[in-house]
């Protein structure tokens, strides 16, 4: 949850200071719906509806809100800018929301969370799929977020729903080692492992490190008292993460 909220904060403020950029800061103008893409729509009680109509019914709500800051900066203000609309919404509000925005939004997006520039990333785009990359990311940290949230059983979780999809940027040297035949096989598409490999991604690498330093730790710990578990533990999670296997042996031997 600590990781994951880290890395939420980041992307939740680089979307917001791209729709101020891009649009407008102003809560009448950048909550226009011309401004996004409908996206998928259902049907309930004989209406359609889209995530374009959740959305902005999500930010009107947040808009009458009576409790700070949000009420603070319609009183002294008379507007809600983005950067303080996404303090009422969750991560999956806020991931509906970068999925309907026009592309030049979600390339700035892009661009802020990988530290590239936004010319670069068009560029590498093509044959390195960094744009394909950065949604099953979020989809994937969402579903984790959510297990974490839940109390959920997180250490052997797969998901069939929000598998990463096959990308150079991601399955390289360095981040998601292995061939394109094992990822075939379903290997490091939807593990913990993979999780903790996609957060190292990031120009902000708070979120990474946090991650496998607290686990190393946890693990470390458990496997004190039941070292028989270490295998089964390592190759449920997929654990590629050479620096997190040190601190695990450095806490397993410690006194």
């Not at 969402?142 to 929000?162: E, F, K, P, Q, V």
């Amino acid at each position: 949850m600590q990781a994951l909220g880290e890395f939420e904060t980041t992307f939740t403020q680089a979307l917001a200071y791209a729709i101020a950029d891009k649009i407008s800061e102003d809560f009448t103008r950048y909550t226009a719906p011309s401004h996004y893409n409908a996206g998928a729509s259902h049907w309930s009680r004989g209406h359609r509806y889209t995530v374009r109509d959740g959305v902005i019914k999500t930010f009107n709500k947040v808009n009458r809100s009576t409790i700070d800051p949000f009420e603070f900066y319609n009183r002294r203000h008379g507007n809600i800018p983005p950067w303080i609309m996404v303090k009422g919404l969750t991560f999956g509000n806020v991931l509906y929301w970068y999925q309907i925005c026009k592309p030049e939004v979600r390339l700035q997006v892009i661009s802020s969370m990988f530290g590239l520039d936004e010319d670069v990333v068009n560029v590498l785009d093509p044959e390195l799929k960094l744009k394909q990359a950065f949604g099953d990311v979020l989809d994937l940290f969402l579903t984790y977020r959510n297990l974490a949230a839940h109390g959920d059983r997180i250490y052997n979780h797969r998901s069939r729903r929000h598998r990463l999809r096959w990308s150079p940027f991601i399955y390289r040297k360095n981040v998601i080692d292995i061939s394109r035949n094992k990822f075939s096989q379903g290997h490091m598409r939807s593990s913990l492992g993979a999780v903790i490999a996609c957060l190292s991604l990031f120009e902000n690498k708070d979120p990474y490190s946090d991650l496998w330093i607290m686990l190393g730790i946890h693990i470390g710990n458990y496997l004190r008292s039941f070292p028989e578990d270490e295998s089964f533990i390592m190759s449920s999670a997929e654990f590629q993460n050479k620096q997190m296997y040190e601190l695990i042996e450095k806490q397993k031997n410690s006194k």
